[in-house]
Nanobody
Framework: QVQLVESGGGLVQAGGSLTLSCAAS????????MGWFRQAPGKEREFVAA????????NYADSVKGRFTISRDDAKNTVYLQMNSLKPEDTAVYYC???????????????WGQGTLVTVSS
C-alpha cells in the first residue's frame, strides 16, 4: 500500500522560507516522477511542481517559478520543496504524489496523504 507523508509546514511571515518533505513508501520510489500540489481554502487543488525520475528535469507552476525548488533523494525515498520569498497567496495545504511523467502535465497516481499546512502571514 502506497503511503505519502508530508511534513515541514508551519506559519511564516511573507518573504520567509520553508522546506517541505514528503516521505513515500509502498512504491519503488526511483521509478516514478514526484510532484507537489496545494489546495487553498475554498479552492481546488492545483499543481505546484514536479521532478522527473532521474531528477534531471523539473516543471513548475508559473506562480511559483523562481521562488520554489523541488528536489528528491532516492536513498531516502523523499521529495522536497524548498519555498523562498513566500507570499500570503501561497497559504495552502501542500500535498505530494507520484506520477509517470511531468510533461505535458503531471497526473497523480495515488490517494492523497494528509498534507502539510503552510500559512504565510502578511
Amino acid at each position: 500500500q502506497v503511503q505519502l507523508v508530508e511534513s515541514g509546514g508551519g506559519l511564516v511571515q511573507a518573504g520567509g522560507s520553508l522546506t517541505l518533505s514528503c516521505a513515500a513508501s509502498g512504491r519503488t520510489f526511483s521509478n516514478y516522477a514526484m510532484g507537489w500540489f496545494r489546495q487553498a481554502p475554498g479552492k481546488e487543488r492545483e499543481f505546484v511542481a514536479a521532478i522527473s525520475r532521474s531528477g534531471g528535469t523539473t516543471n513548475y507552476a508559473d506562480s511559483v517559478k523562481g521562488r520554489f525548488t523541488i528536489s528528491r533523494d532516492d536513498a531516502k525515498n523523499t521529495v522536497y520543496l524548498q519555498m523562498n520569498s513566500l507570499k500570503p497567496e501561497d497559504t495552502a495545504v501542500y500535498y505530494c504524489n507520484a506520477g509517470t511523467s511531468i510533461y505535458p502535465s503531471f497526473i497523480a497516481l495515488d490517494a492523497w496523504g494528509q498534507g502539510t499546512l503552510v500559512t504565510v502571514s502578511s
